[in-house]
């Protein structure tokens, strides 16, 4: 279950973005007209993705996906706007690292696709991140095992000093 955030002003965009992803099955949304109301609710519980509007009387979507970045640093970030300022949209890029601009008035498919697309791009994200722990981990076993063997060697020569054939088998004398 992906837990998502939208946050928009205008009450007929939360209405049709509601409309939008009811159909979703395996995402639950909370929709927020107040971005000071969403910023406290997204420090009290964890969400996926937050898509939120870029202009908005209380605190701009920049400044908000910027603040949730430092909540929920794994979190997609998306930014939904009927302005196309470029120098704003570089801004947001850079400073709250969304993941796509999104414009209004939208194409539903697009919406929706854009949104599995950054869900899961997250998810990929994280199983990389997985992938690379468990790869370190694995590389200090290997370290841990490779002293040990040294270890051996030093108090019993003997015992390290084995012979093997091509095919893997121990030779004896």
């Known amino acids: 279950m992906y837990r998502i955030m939208v946050v928009d002003d205008e009450q007929n965009i ?15 949304v909370e929709f927020f007209d107040s ?6 609710r997204a420090r009290a519980a964890s969400f996926e993705l937050f898509l939120s509007d870029f202009r908005m009387p209380e605190m701009d979507g920049v400044k908000f996906l910027s603040e949730t970045k430092e909540l929920h640093p794994d979190a997609m970030r998306l930014i939904l706007s009927g302005y196309t300022d470029l120098e704003a949209l570089l801004g947001a890029i ?3 690292e969304i993941f796509r601009f999104i ?71």
């Open 14 to 28: 939360l209405n049709a973005m509601r409309r939008l992803t009811r159909k979703e099955k395996d995402w639950e």
């Open 103 to 173: 414009s209004k008035p939208w194409q539903d498919y697009d919406l929706i696709t854009t949104l599995k697309q950054a869900l899961s791009q997250r998810d990929m994200l994280m199983e990389n991140r997985s992938l690379a722990d468990k790869v370190r981990a694995q590389k200090a076993e290997l370290e841990n095992r490779k002293t040990a063997l040294e270890r051996l060697r030093e108090s019993n020569p003997i015992l390290a000093d084995v012979k093997w054939s091509s095919d893997g088998a121990i030779i004896l004398d």
């Open 94 to 96: 850079n400073e709250a």
């Open 35 to 40: 971005s000071k109301d969403a910023l406290q």
